[in-house]
């Protein structure tokens, strides 16, 4: 397994890269330039990254003009680091100014563009939300001079969707941590553990193999499984004949991996090892799909066959699976009806889920990368059956 640590950060040519792709797709829908409120897109387009974004006080701004770099709006407080970065133009504002958070700034900023169409460009669909107070953002459409402001949401999508090798890298990285973390999790905890233990055990093991954090772990365990698919570890001690689900999340250089594991107790249940095997097949039905051309709902419907054979189980997700990269879940979703096409670049999670067993459920989830051909696996594929802890 590849324990080479990838390098922080990107070269400047990356952004270029991106940026050059946007002003591209801006021209065919002509389009002034792209306002940006969120972290992923900020450091997507910049290289700006720190985990100030958690803090809710101050909004930040970035804006992406129909030629040349990238313009960043943002609170004093980021200027040394945003400095670092491969832009040139960097506004601010003494925040926190409640009575004028930047708006003064950003109007003056969009309203010096050179205009054209007179039309920005904003994500405003599925998975995108504007990171400022709303208030504001009246505000700002009444200030800036003959402009529209469409929905960018497409454009923005069609841009992330891609990664390049530099971003799979560190994809790939987390992920073959997390999978050596999983593969030795039997060293960590026993019977008798209390789940919040064992996560907390796995959590700190995954920093130790290079994760820089886990925001994300959830599961839990019980006889024949957890009940939910997004729970908190409890204080519940695992005894023999139960099952533990863990789901995690764990980022290096701000980009996430995704899946998940199940492990037994003592012994293996002759319905957990029966919906297990036919989570494992549905995800294997998914890799045989996962080819350049085919679309997000030929990926769900691959996995929904097969978890139809059994009249006793339930899907109780709605998708099966769905995009990763700097964020932990990004679009497009494994579902019905989700015609995005599948291209080389894209990293995908397929994550089959039944409910059986009174209300019990198994999970099962793998990542991805579209290759021409087969899909390049970045998490290490489960065991065919539930590894056993005694």
Same mark, same amino acid.
Not at 87 to 102: F, H, K, M, V
Not at 113 to 132: A, N, V, Y
Not at 222 to 247: C, F, H, Q, W
Not at 362 to 368: G, L, P, R, S, Y
């Given at each position: 397994?590849?324990?080479?640590?990838?390098? *922080?950060?990107?070269?400047?040519?990356?952004?270029?890269?991106?940026? #050059?792709?946007?002003?591209?797709?801006?021209? #065919?829908?002509?389009?002034?330039?792209?306002?940006?409120?969120?972290?992923?897109? $900020?450091?997507?387009?910049? @290289?700006?990254?720190?985990?100030?974004?958690?803090?809710?006080?101050?909004?930040?701004?970035?804006?992406?003009?129909?030629?040349?770099?990238?313009?960043?709006?943002?609170?004093?407080? @980021?200027?040394?680091?945003?400095?670092?970065?491969?832009?040139?133009?960097?506004?601010?504002?003494?925040?926190?100014?409640? !009575?004028?958070?930047?708006?003064?700034?950003? &109007?003056?900023?969009?309203?010096? =563009?050179?205009?054209?169409?007179?039309?920005?460009?904003?994500?405003?669909?599925?998975?995108?939300?504007?990171?400022?107070?709303?208030?504001?953002?009246?505000?700002?459409?009444?200030?800036?001079? +003959?402009?529209?402001?469409?929905?960018?949401?497409?454009?923005?999508?069609?841009?992330?969707?891609? /990664? !390049?090798?530099?971003?799979?890298?560190?994809?790939?990285?987390?992920?073959?941590?997390?999978?050596?973390?999983?593969?030795? *999790?039997? /060293?960590?905890? !026993? $019977?008798?553990?209390?789940?919040?233990? %064992?996560?907390?055990?796995?959590?700190?093991?995954? =920093?130790?193999?290079?994760?820089?954090?886990?925001?994300?772990?959830?599961?839990? !365990?019980?006889?024949?499984?957890?009940?939910?698919?997004?729970?908190?570890?409890?204080?519940? &001690?695992? /005894?023999?004949?139960?099952?533990?689900?863990?789901?995690?999340?764990?980022?290096?250089?701000?980009?996430?991996?995704?899946?998940?594991?199940?492990?037994?107790?003592?012994? $293996?249940?002759?319905?957990?090892?029966?919906?297990?095997?036919?989570?494992?097949?549905? &995800?294997?039905?998914?890799?045989?799909?996962?080819?350049?051309?085919?679309?997000?709902?030929?990926?769900?419907?691959?996995?929904? +066959?097969?978890?139809?054979?059994?009249?006793?189980? /339930?899907?109780? $997700?709605?998708?099966?699976?769905?995009?990763?990269?700097?964020?932990? &879940?990004?679009?497009?979703?494994?579902?019905? @009806?989700?015609?995005?096409?599948?291209?080389?670049?894209?990293?995908?999670?397929?994550?089959?889920?039944?409910?059986?067993?009174?209300?019990?459920?198994?999970?099962?989830?793998?990542?991805?990368?579209?290759?021409?051909? #087969?899909?390049?696996?970045?998490?290490?594929?489960?065991?065919?059956?539930?590894? %056993?802890?005694?």
């Amino acid at each position: 397994m590849n324990s080479i640590i990838p390098p *922080l950060g990107f070269e400047s040519s990356e952004f270029v890269v991106r940026t #050059e792709r946007a002003q591209r797709l801006m021209k #065919e829908t002509d389009l002034d330039a792209l306002l940006l409120t969120t972290e992923p897109e $900020v450091r997507y387009f910049s @290289g700006f990254h720190t985990s100030f974004w958690l803090s809710p006080t101050r909004p930040w701004f970035l804006i992406v003009p129909r030629e040349g770099k990238p313009i960043a709006v943002i609170p004093e407080i @980021g200027r040394a680091r945003m400095a670092d970065t491969w832009l040139d133009e960097i506004i601010t504002w003494p925040a926190p100014r409640p !009575s004028d958070e930047g708006i003064t700034e950003l &109007t003056k900023t969009l309203n010096g =563009l050179t205009k054209r169409s007179g039309i920005i460009g904003l994500p405003m669909g599925t998975e995108t939300h504007l990171r400022m107070p709303f208030s504001d953002f009246k505000k700002l459409q009444e200030n800036i001079r +003959n402009v529209d402001v469409v929905d960018a949401t497409n454009l923005i999508q069609e841009l992330r969707a891609i /990664k !390049s090798e530099a971003e799979i890298s560190k994809i790939r990285y987390i992920c073959q941590r997390v999978s050596e973390g999983f593969s030795e *999790l039997h /060293k960590l905890i !026993s $019977v008798g553990d209390q789940e919040k233990e %064992v996560f907390r055990k796995f959590r700190i093991d995954l =920093l130790h193999r290079g994760a820089d954090e886990v925001p994300y772990l959830v599961g839990g !365990s019980g006889p024949n499984g957890p009940t939910e698919v997004i729970g908190m570890p409890s204080n519940r &001690t695992i /005894k023999k004949g139960d099952v533990l689900m863990m789901d995690t999340g764990a980022v290096f250089d701000g980009y996430f991996s995704d899946f998940d594991r199940n492990f037994a107790f003592g012994h $293996v249940d002759d319905q957990v090892s029966q919906a297990y095997d036919i989570v494992y097949r549905a &995800t294997d039905a998914g890799l045989k799909v996962a080819r350049p051309g085919a679309t997000a709902e030929d990926l769900w419907k691959a996995m929904a +066959n097969i978890l139809s054979e059994s009249s006793d189980s /339930k899907n109780v $997700v709605g998708r099966l699976g769905h995009g990763l990269g700097m964020q932990l &879940t990004e679009w497009p979703s494994n579902m019905s @009806g989700d015609q995005t096409v599948m291209k080389p670049g894209m990293v995908m999670t397929l994550e089959p889920c039944i409910e059986f067993a009174d209300g019990r459920i198994m999970v099962h989830e793998e990542n991805i990368v579209i290759r021409d051909g #087969e899909p390049e696996m970045l998490s290490v594929r489960a065991p065919s059956e539930v590894p %056993v802890i005694y």
